[in-house]
């Protein structure tokens, strides 16, 4: 009698021990990494940490930083960690909507919460409520 390959790897995995839906995992094609969870919320510590370092910077765009004779060069400077921040924000809020679609997850909310704090910090530079 004549087998099918799938009906032979599922007598042979279960003759040797495996359940059969292990070996239907083993046998799933793998994710690409960025759906990884650990990925994800690596992204999103790094994203954290840039926004802080963001917000300890904010003096150098603030009152007293914007009457100095280097304010120019403490605006560019601040909006380039800005702008790390919010590349990380946004780079971690893809990967983990990614997942969600994959797997189901729940609503990414922190890594939505540094984007909108990143841009808010962004509109408030260009429109100029940061030099008081």
Excluded at 16 to 30: D, Y
Excluded at 70 to 84: D, K, M, Q, T
Aim: overall charge positive; charged content about 15%; proline content about 5%.
């Amino acid at each position: 009698m004549a087998r099918s390959k799938k009906n032979r790897a599922r007598t042979i995995a279960t003759q040797s021990g495996g359940t059969e839906a292990g070996n239907r995992r083993l046998a799933e094609p793998r994710t690409a990494g960025y759906v990884r969870p650990w990925v994800g919320n690596g992204l999103t510590v790094a994203a954290g940490v840039a926004l802080q370092f963001t917000i300890i910077l904010l003096p150098l765009v603030g009152p007293t930083g914007a009457r100095t004779a280097h304010a120019r060069l403490n605006a560019v400077s601040w909006l380039a960690v800005l702008a790390v921040a919010l590349g990380l924000s946004l780079w971690a809020l893809w990967t983990k909507w990614q997942r969600r679609r994959f797997d189901g997850s729940p609503f990414p909310k922190w890594s939505a919460g540094l984007v909108l704090v990143s841009c808010w910090l962004l509109v408030a530079f260009v429109f100029g409520w940061l030099r008081g």
